[in-house]
């Protein structure tokens, strides 16, 4: 019983590096989402989908694309890193309403 | 001021003590409320919901809310080590629209025995 899996779960990157953060789900469903939690700042979103092949703006979309090409996948990349996208990402999924299924986070480190 | 208040805490008590946490809020269009429990280096889990006014219970947890003063808790009855957690309040003015979704910042609790 997976259900929301990120990879990778550590990764240490140097300012200008590119990288992917993967999320796959095994639920079904419709909705997933992409956050970034810090210190002071709380869970923030930074993009979400309502289905495969859509992708919307969240509150702090700056600095990062996403894109949905299967249902069960979602995947957030950053063209180039900066320090202040140190964070841990959460991957999220949801039916189209109600309860938000989290993975175990995603700790990125921009030196 | 921020839409959501919660006191980040941290908060220790002892196994068997009666918890309460709470969230205030600025929104008086806000009507679904929210719980998540988040273990350390975990994601967050949905823990309670509710609608509008009044408690809602579910075992040894109780969420309350009070529109009128733009307020609810959480309380936790009989806490176990267990719960050490942040507990982090979110809320949104439509039913399900997760993307409206205003998070607190989360109150850390540490149960011990």
């Known amino acids: 019983n997976a259900g929301v899996t990120q990879t990778p779960k550590f990764r240490v990157l140097k300012t200008g590096q590119s990288m992917t953060l993967l999320c796959a789900q095994d639920?079904?469903?419709?909705?997933m989402y992409w956050y970034r939690q810090d210190p002071g700042m709380g869970l923030r979103l930074i993009h979400y989908?309502?289905?495969?092949?859509?992708?919307a703006k969240g509150e702090v979309p700056d600095g990062y694309n996403v894109s949905r090409l299967k249902k069960q996948n979602f995947l957030l990349g950053l063209e180039s890193a900066a320090p202040s996208q140190t964070s841990v990402y959460f991957c999220?999924?949801?039916?189209?309403?109600?309860?938000?299924?989290f993975g175990e986070g995603s700790r990125l480190t921009v030196l | 001021q921020k839409e959501v208040e919660q006191d980040p805490g941290p908060l220790s008590v002892p196994e068997g003590a009666i918890v309460s946490l709470n969230c205030t809020y600025s929104?008086?269009?806000?009507?679904?409320f929210m719980w998540y429990r988040q273990y350390s280096r975990k994601g967050p889990e949905l823990l309670m919901y509710?609608?509008s006014s009044g408690n809602k219970e579910d075992g040894r947890f109780t969420a309350q809310v009070d529109k009128s003063s733009k307020y609810i808790s959480l309380f936790i009855r009989d806490s176990q080590p267990s719960d050490s957690a942040t507990y982090l309040c979110?809320?949104?003015?439509?039913?399900?629209?997760?993307?409206?979704?205003?998070w607190g910042l989360g109150t850390s609790l540490a149960v011990n025995p």
């Open positions: 999220a999924s949801s039916m189209t309403a109600g309860e938000l299924f």
């Open positions: 639920m079904n469903h419709e909705y």
């Open positions: 989908s309502v289905g495969e092949g859509t992708t």
């Open positions: 929104n008086s269009a806000f009507q679904y």
């Open positions: 509710t609608y």
């Open positions: 979110a809320m949104s003015e439509n039913a399900g629209n997760n993307r409206k979704l205003i």
